[in-house]
């Protein structure tokens, strides 16, 4: 007899189990090879079984509360309007969103495209949104002096956000602050490695993000200057740092559902992306929470900070 879907899902999540203490134990040990290897076997009971692990958004907003931000909340800031069927799933697992609510964080949900169909940029999330926030006293959305050579960058006109399910920390870790962006990197691959998923198999790109940062370091900061290509291209700042257009997205959204309250109020943090000015020196884009006049884009980092007010934040896009 021909066995059912649900047969085939329950086989394969008793098999997951040992799979999973499996590679709990290759990880205690240090043994990365063996660690790969089961994982790799575990791709396909995870297909078989992953209706099952992923969490519909109600679950997940029972989950997180007030930190949830899905589909209504794109509606009142957009006026983006999903169909059920095509809001995706929660990529995350139970345990990691109960953790995630522990350590201040919020789940989101980003598109790239605004309803008339244009692309959710900086520059469009100004001009649609300007009117709104006027009229309900939140201020500016983007500074009218942010210089052109910012206002003409591709993540200004044409980034939009990775579309999908997110988690992002809504306060800065506090061992970042004061340090320069190479060592906060580090530190948000030590709090997601230690913190956020202590006590559970971190996920690969956790782990190659970990490896790389660990053999490159030395080389983006050699001579006592730091290399920002390389810095804002390590995996760990491309998968775990906002973008720009991110973190206006994010603050917009928070805004927009939250009666103008800011996330980062009056703080400024350095994204993933870089420009290079006219005598060909590269330099971070730091971007600032909206305040009454706009939020601000400044692109003149070295990547050093001597404000200890300043810190780091971390989001996670699956």
């Not at 649609?128 to 009229?135: C, N, P, Q, R, T």
């Not at 591709?154 to 320069?180: C, H, M, Q």
Request: hydrophobic letters at 30%; proline letters at 4%; one cysteine or more.
């Amino acid at each position: 007899m021909k066995e059912t879907d649900e047969t085939v899902a329950e086989e394969s999540n008793e098999e997951l189990s040992t799979l999973k203490e499996s590679l709990r134990q290759a990880l205690d040990s240090g043994n990365m090879q063996r660690a790969g290897e089961i994982k790799e076997e575990m791709l396909p009971h995870l297909e078989a079984v992953k209706d099952k692990i992923m969490l519909p958004p109600e679950r997940a907003k029972e989950i997180m509360g007030e930190d949830f931000f899905g589909q209504e909340a794109l509606e009142k800031t957009f006026g983006t309007t999903l169909e059920k069927a095509d809001i995706p799933r929660i990529p995350f697992t139970e345990k990691e969103l109960e953790r995630a609510k522990a350590y201040d964080c919020y789940l989101i949900l980003r598109t790239g495209q605004l309803p008339t169909g244009e692309k959710l940029t900086m520059r469009n999330m100004g001009m649609m949104l300007g009117e709104k926030w006027e009229k309900n006293n939140f201020g500016r959305v983007l500074y009218d002096k942010n210089r052109d050579e910012d206002t003409k960058a591709d993540y200004f006109l044409s980034e939009t956000p990775r579309p999908g399910w997110a988690l992002f920390r809504k306060s800065p870790l506090i061992d970042t602050k004061g340090v320069n962006y190479v060592q906060q990197t580090g530190r948000i691959l030590e709090f997601l490695k230690e913190d956020l998923y202590r006590g559970m198999p971190p996920p690969d790109d956790l782990l190659q993000a970990d490896e790389e940062y660990n053999a490159k370091i030395w080389q983006i900061l050699r001579g006592g200057t730091m290399d920002i290509e390389k810095a804002t291209e390590l995996k760990a700042n491309q998968k775990y740092r906002q973008t720009p257009v991110e973190f206006l997205y994010d603050e917009a959204v928070f805004m927009s559902n939250k009666l103008g309250d800011k996330i980062y109020l009056g703080k400024s943090v350095l994204t993933n992306r870089y420009r290079v000015d006219d005598s060909g020196v590269r330099r971070m884009v730091e971007v600032s929470s909206p305040s009454g006049t706009g939020m601000r884009i400044k692109s003149d980092s070295t990547g050093y900070y001597n404000n200890s007010d300043l810190g780091a934040s971390f989001t996670i896009v699956k």
